[in-house]
């Protein structure tokens, strides 16, 4: 069959999504379950038994043994305990069941999942709840084919103990505000507002045998130690470049697998560093986008494993070349199909779309530092902030046309003009007329306008988007009701929407940025601005508890005090946790691989010096000498930086728990490792290559 015919054969085969219920299930049951998923009603447990029935014959069918509540703990990844269908029958038999009660409701033991004093205040006992405005799916593995339902986990009490509950609390809370300005606007036929998600996944692939021969790889998913080889990417050769065959089957197979769950994978190419690729969906709406982003890293791990590779979804695989984020493009959506974020072709007279961007301008503004902590974690720290795209600063790039809006907007009151594209000249005749778009685009910006949606670029590539939106959709929906607020009490609302516009970009135009984020001269003149630089994790964790932050998310529904504290003590626990394994890897990796070594090698060279000494009277040994010296000194102090990071370590495990702990690892651990590593990478440029014992650089980099 042709791979295209087969593309469509093969599309969402695994996934019990509305085509296959609306064959599957009874038209009255359909249409219940069908009110709930996109208007959020309540679900009838009658209908659940209809669906779960359905759901299992399919399931079986298709050959599945199991069922699993698949859900996300606040660990970042997703988490499935398997449970099989079967149920005695008389004789010794069995039967193949499965529930309206399994479908909705699951009961993890909740204590063994990350919960921040959640726990301990409250019970063990955790609840997972169908979450069925995302399709179930169908997973085959090794253990035979399983039957997952995406669910929310929460705790006896209802607390969210997962990243998808809050998410789809603020998806609400975003619906029920731009609702009830599109009202305002006289759109009374809107009743809902998704918020839509592209995720671009940015991803490292390396050969799985020396992989395995790495360690700190293993253990951290980043590389501890290492030089760098002559080549990095400073040629420019690899972005964008002819995929190399081994990364092409990898790239077939990921499709196939990801096409068959109902995922759009869409674009594919090489990025910036060497062995560095990405993937791009087609958006979605958050919920599914997140679900979907978390079965596009585990099928990457799974199928680079069945090539002979390794996927490094790491922020910072290797110091020296770029490391990998998650562009987070995002947007809001009408129930009757219109974009919000769609300037249209004159944006000046589009006041509705200005005022949805006058509001996200206000929101991203006013909690830069939440967004800050929302692309937050240990692996991040080496990005944002560290010479590395995009800056820890939080601003906003419009594009010249957009911020001529503006400009007239704060000047005169209203805008009369939207500046156009006009045509692309390419100096050939034969070439197509192109039409330019208004605006070039920006590389830097943190938070970039992108034709019909904002892309937030600091996002990690290791992270769940959950948090990241679940922060956008909250900081709008405030932002919104702010502005609704004073809207309604207006006389003259056409007279009153403009000036609120005009209000809004004047108090938050500060936030507004085209230039070069990367550039010094930003950095002085954002703190001229008064624009918050947050520049590590621990430093942005405090942000989540401030009074601000707990009214707002408290206002919306989204998260409770209680939820809050008890996520930032798991981001304090997070980070002490991935600092104590990176420095005890270290450790281990300095120890028992490459102290004993270097040992081995300098004893090479002493009894080289002798040898030739021995055999020629007078002969030259300067060349080995001088390389003793060297490698001599670097041991040393090699030895010194080990054992001060193994003392850091210990101390680290007595600091209080939370907040101290963390500063500890941030503050004197981390950059204990890195003294270790100077002199260690100094050895690798020396040290014979033969007795190196572990695959350098240039082996994992460029030998795929
Ligand atoms: P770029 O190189 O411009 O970042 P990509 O094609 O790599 O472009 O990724 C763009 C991403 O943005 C895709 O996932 C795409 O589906 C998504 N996207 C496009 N329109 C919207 C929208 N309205 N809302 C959310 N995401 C969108
Ligand atoms: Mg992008």
Request: glycine letters at 6%.
């Amino acid at each position: 069959m042709a791979e295209n015919e087969r593309l469509m054969d093969i599309f969402g085969i695994d996934v019990f999504n509305e085509t296959v219920m609306a064959e599957r299930l009874p038209k009255k049951t359909f249409v219940a379950l069908k009110k709930t998923i996109d208007n959020g009603e309540e679900l009838d447990p009658m209908v659940a038994e209809v669906v779960a029935n359905a759901m299992k014959d399919w399931a079986i069918e298709k050959g599945a043994t199991h069922f699993t509540h698949w859900f996300q703990p606040m660990t970042g990844v997703t988490a499935e305990k398997h449970d099989s269908f079967i149920s005695p029958a008389p004789a010794g038999k069995i039967i193949m069941e499965f529930s309206g009660k399994e479908l909705i409701k699951g009961e993890p033991d909740a204590s063994s999942f990350p919960s921040g004093g959640l726990r301990a205040t409250f019970e063990a006992r955790g609840y997972t709840a169908w979450d069925c405005t995302s399709p179930a799916f169908l997973k085959e593995d090794a253990a035979g084919v399983t039957l997952c339902i995406p669910t929310a986990f929460c705790s006896y009490t209802g607390e969210a103990l997962d990243k998808k509950t809050p998410l789809l609390r603020s998806m609400e809370a975003l619906s029920k505000q731009a609702v009830r300005v599109l009202h305002l606007f006289g759109d009374t036929d809107v009743t809902n507002v998704s918020c839509s998600v592209g995720p671009e996944q940015e991803y490292f692939l390396v050969d799985k045998e020396k992989y395995l021969k790495r360690e700190d790889l293993i253990f951290t998913g980043r590389t501890l130690f290492g030089a760098m080889p002559p080549k990095g990417q400073e040629m420019d050769d690899h972005y964008f470049g002819s995929i190399k065959e081994r990364v092409a089957a990898f790239m077939k197979e990921l499709n196939t697998e990801l096409w068959k769950l109902g995922v759009l994978a869409k674009t594919q190419h090489n990025e910036v560093a060497p062995a560095q690729h990405e993937l791009a969906p087609i958006y979605a709406t958050a919920n599914i986008a997140t679900d979907h982003n978390q079965l596009v890293m585990e099928c990457m791990k799974k199928v680079a494993n069945r090539q002979g590779l390794a996927c490094l979804l790491h922020e910072k695989p290797f110091a020296g070349v770029n490391g990998s984020g998650k562009h987070d493009n995002w947007s809001m959506v009408t129930d009757t199909g219109k974009n919000l974020l769609n300037p249209g072709k004159v944006p000046h007279e589009n006041t509705k779309f200005l005022f949805f961007l006058a509001a996200v301008i206000k929101a991203v503004d006013e909690h830069a530092e939440l967004l800050r902590l929302s692309a937050s974690n240990p692996g991040n720290d080496h990005r944002l902030g560290a010479n590395e795209a995009p800056p820890a600063i939080i601003s906003m790039f419009l594009g010249e046309q957009l911020e001529d809006i503006l400009e007239q907007l704060i000047s005169n009151g209203t805008a009369a003009t939207s500046k156009q594209g006009g045509k692309l000249l390419t100096g050939v005749h034969s070439i197509p007329y192109i039409k330019k778009d208004a605006t070039d685009r920006n590389r830097t910006s943190p938070f970039a306008f992108t034709g019909n949606k904002f892309e937030f670029r600091m996002v990690g590539s290791s992270m769940s988007i959950a948090g990241p939106n679940t922060v956008l959709n909250t900081i709008v929906a405030d932002a919104l009701r702010e502005m609704a607020d004073e809207l309604e009490k207006a006389k003259d609302f056409d007279k009153a929407v403009i000036k609120l516009i005009k209000k809004t970009v004047t108090e938050h135009k500060r936030i507004v940025f085209n230039g070069n984020g990367y550039s010094d001269e930003w950095l002085a003149e954002a703190e001229k601005r008064g624009l918050p630089n947050v520049k590590s994790m621990v430093e942005a964790i405090p942000y989540l508890v401030r009074e601000d932050s707990v009214e707002m998310f408290e206002r919306q529904g989204v998260y409770t005090r209680t939820e809050l504290e008890s996520r930032a003590e798991i981001n304090y626990e997070i980070y002490s946790k991935a600092i104590n394994i990176e420095a005890k890897t270290m450790i281990e990796m300095a120890s028992k691989l490459y102290i004993p070594a270097v040992i081995k090698y300098t004893k090479s060279l002493a009894d080289s010096i002798l040898a030739v000494k021995g055999a020629v009277s007078g002969a030259d040994v300067s060349v080995q000498e001088e390389l003793l010296t060297k490698t001599s000194v670097l041991l040393a102090q090699s030895q010194k930086a080990l054992s001060d990071l193994k003392e850091k370590v210990v101390t680290a495990a007595v600091k209080e728990e939370g907040a101290v702990r963390a500063n500890y690892f941030h503050e004197e651990v981390f950059t204990a490792m890195a003294r270790l590593r100077e002199p260690i990478d100094a050895l690798e440029m020396i040290v014979d290559k033969s007795v190196w014992p572990v695959p350098t650089y240039g082996d994992l980099l460029f030998e795929v």
